[in-house]
């Protein structure tokens, strides 16, 4: 079983756009059984909210299927459940450092250093660009599968 979890700042945005998108890749290549997919946030400022209504506009328009979800904050406790813990831009990373007591493990990763030149994915609740965001996205969950398959951890 391979362990993700996507983190954002709110986790209501990007986070779980993330989720929602690599879960759909997995499930349409028949691997949902080896893979444990989630979201969280790094601050309080959304705890309890449901994604951002230009996440799901977004989910719909490419009919991504989404599951229940409410934002919620990442703690150490939560390390330990993860394989993979990956932030979407510099200041995520930053945080989960401080947050994850510095990543003993090397679990922390940018998603675009998967599938890019690891810039940082724009966070939506600014730019409004949604669009921009999902294509991000994809990039970042391809790569990310890509590196699994390269690595031998995905048949």
């Known amino acids: 079983m391979i362990k993700i979890l996507f983190v954002c700042h709110g986790n209501i945005c990007r986070s779980p756009m993330a989720e929602f998108v690599l879960q759909d890749m997995v499930n349409r290549r028949g691997l949902a059984e080896q893979f444990t997919i989630d979201s969280m946030a790094t601050s309080t400022e959304e705890l309890g ?3 951002h209504r230009g996440t799901v506009r977004k989910m719909h328009e490419m009919n991504i299927p989404m599951k229940p979800h409410r934002a919620r904050q990442i703690s150490f406790r939560d390390y330990g459940d993860y ?3 990956i932030g979407m831009d510099t200041w995520n990373i930053r945080n989960l450092h401080r947050m994850l007591r510095g990543d003993p493990e090397g679990k922390v990763y940018k ?9 940082d994915i724009a966070d939506p609740w600014y730019t409004g660009n949604f669009d921009e965001t ?3 996205v994809v990039e970042g969950c391809e790569g990310l ?5 390269g690595n031998g951890l995905l048949q």
């Not at 998603?111 to 810039?119: I, K, P, V, W």
């Not at 599968?145 to 398959?149: F, S």
Request: no cysteine.
């Open 83 to 85: 394989d993979y813990i």
């Open 49 to 51: 909210n449901p994604p």
């Open 111 to 119: 998603l675009l250093a998967f599938g890019g030149d690891g810039r």
């Open 145 to 149: 599968l890509d590196y699994l398959y």
């Open 134 to 136: 999902y294509e991000d």
